[in-house]
């Protein structure tokens, strides 16, 4: 498990099982439904469609503010998915990007800093962006001014 910032975690199924109880998990895989105790469960899906797609934006969007809501009221969050490697990163990055001001670059760049093995899932928020600039970038490389 990796602190990400102050109070804010990302990990997976084992760190889940032995964080400290006062510690908020929020957990984004459907393998773990019902396993863990005093768990928020918001899963979402690897991206195979349109549809999950929009699914998984509203999901985003939850995950997004339990966490801006859990870290106003004091409490430290874990999010976890399966191998803490790209849903729960995922999930963090959106929050610094939605929440944080941070861009998709930064917020991964800081995540990866902390947690070196996540793999780079930013081709799944693509479609979520509302910032075109940001959209292009991703998809091209390309800053436009």
């Not at 990007?97 to 793999?119: C, F, H, N, Q």
Request: hydrophobic share 45%; proline share 6%; net charge negative.
């Amino acid at each position: 498990m990796d602190q990400i910032l102050e109070r804010l975690w990302v990990g997976d199924i084992d760190d889940a099982l032995s964080i400290p109880k006062a510690w908020k998990n929020i957990n984004v895989a459907f393998e773990h439904l019902r396993m863990l105790p005093n768990a928020t469960y918001l899963p979402f899906m690897l991206p195979e469609g349109d549809l999950d797609l929009s699914i998984n934006g509203f999901l985003l969007d939850m995950v997004m503010d339990v966490i801006e809501t859990s870290l106003s009221a004091g409490e430290t969050v874990l999010v976890t998915c399966n191998m803490g490697q790209e849903r729960s990163p995922l999930a963090v990055v959106w929050y610094l990007y939605r929440r944080k001001g941070m861009t998709i670059d930064e917020a991964y760049k800081l995540v990866k800093s902390k947690r070196p093995e996540i793999y780079d899932r930013r081709e799944w928020l693509a479609p979520l962006l509302q910032d075109k600039r940001e959209l292009l970038r991703l998809k091209t490389g390309y800053w436009p001014r």
